[in-house]
């Protein structure tokens, strides 16, 4: 079974920061690779897809790199509005296996 | 606008059935994959099941297998889950989302609101 691993769980930030998360795959899923930011009591929101794909509409600040089996999302500037839940999820077997997500918080 | 409404979700007791309902407007429903994802409380996302545009492809997580099915009615632009042998571990906001692109390689870029599903005695 795929297993995808996302580090750090939690994340302590203040406005302005750069922010890195990273994702990593128990196997290559080459670069069918998604991140999702979460905020409480809402869907999530996709933000970025086959690993470094801007979604439209989503900020610049955010970006993806990676390819194989370790993925980053880098917030390049934090914002108020980014303080939330972001999640990884590999697409390339047909068990599309979620990260445990990475709690970003303020400092 | 691009939209997918959860409905059905509710309290069962363990061993019960559900059926949630997935309305979409505002694309061509019959174009695109469709999947069901879960989110225990205070927990992250599962991922449940998947269904093809035309429905002839399926599949199913592990933990859902045998129990739950999914199916879609292109004419009324709505997808469904069956929801059979209810265990508490089923206890989950369900959530509906589209698959961007055709095909199996796809991120899902529409979600809808989610709707509560509570297996409980």
């Known amino acids: 079974d795929f297993q995808m691993t996302q580090s750090p769980s939690t994340l302590s930030a203040s406005v302005g920061d750069r922010v890195t998360i990273t994702c990593r795959a128990s196997?290559?899923?080459?670069?069918?690779l998604a991140w999702y930011q979460q905020k409480p009591g809402k869907a999530p929101k996709l933000l970025i897809y086959k690993a470094s794909t801007l979604e439209s509409g989503v900020p610049s600040r955010f970006s993806g790199s990676g390819s194989g089996t370790e993925f980053t999302l880098t917030i390049s500037s934090l914002q108020p509005d980014d303080f939330a839940t972001y999640y990884c999820?590999?697409?390339?077997?047909?068990?599309?296996?979620f990260g445990q997500g990475t709690k970003v918080e303020i400092k | 606008q691009v939209q997918l409404v959860e409905s059905g979700g509710g309290l069962v007791q363990p061993g019960g059935s559900l059926r949630l309902s997935c309305a979409a407007s505002g694309f061509t429903f019959s174009d695109y994959y469709m999947s069901w994802i879960r989110q225990a409380p205070g927990k992250g996302l599962e991922w449940v099941s998947y269904i093809s545009s035309g429905g002839s492809t399926i599949y199913y997580g592990d933990s859902v297998k045998g129990r739950f099915t999914i199916s879609r009615d292109n004419a009324q632009n709505s997808l469904f889950l069956q929801m059979n042998s209810l265990r508490a571990d089923d206890t989950a906001v369900y959530y509906c989302?589209?698959?961007?692109?055709?095909?199996?390689?796809?991120?899902?870029?529409?979600w809808g609101q989610g709707t509560m599903v509570t297996v409980s005695s």
């Open positions: 989302a589209r698959a961007m692109v055709r095909g199996l390689k796809s991120a899902f870029d529409i």
């Open positions: 196997q290559s899923v080459s670069s069918w």
């Open positions: 999820q590999q697409y390339d077997s047909y068990s599309r296996t």
